[in-house]
Nanobody, 121 residues
């Protein structure tokens, strides 16, 4: 029922750009905060970027700030990650995450299957 499907990954040269998309279904997308995480082989999964449900606030990891931009289109139930000036250390599997919580004790968390991004010459 609930689905998060990432797309747009692939091979890109250092300094290049790539745009990831995450299509959501099975829940009320506009009420969920959305995030992109990544995990490289042998490393912990790390938060890359996050955006509020209304798209009015964003957060970025220091390693990608100024290079990556997260955005969302609530009419299309889709969140994006625009990646510019890519570096080899950006190579990882990128995961889409949806999160909803409230002060009165409800919390939901969903994950996509991931998409591979490889930055290499």
């Amino acid at each position: 029922q609930v689905q998060l499907v990432e797309s747009g990954g692939g091979l890109v040269q250092p300094g290049g750009s790539l745009r990831l998309s995450c299509a959501a279904s099975g829940f009320t997308f506009s009420t969920y905060a959305m995030s992109w995480y990544r995990q490289a082989p042998g490393k912990e999964r790390e938060l890359v970027a996050a955006i509020t449900s209304a798209g009015d606030s964003t957060n970025y990891a220091d390693s990608v700030k100024g290079r990556f931009t997260i955005s969302r289109d609530n009419a299309k139930n889709t969140v994006y990650l625009q990646m510019n000036s890519l570096k080899p250390e950006d190579t990882a599997v990128y995961y889409c995450n949806a999160h909803w919580s409230s002060w009165y004790g409800h919390e939901y968390d969903y994950w996509g299957q991931g998409t591979q991004v490889t930055v290499s010459s």
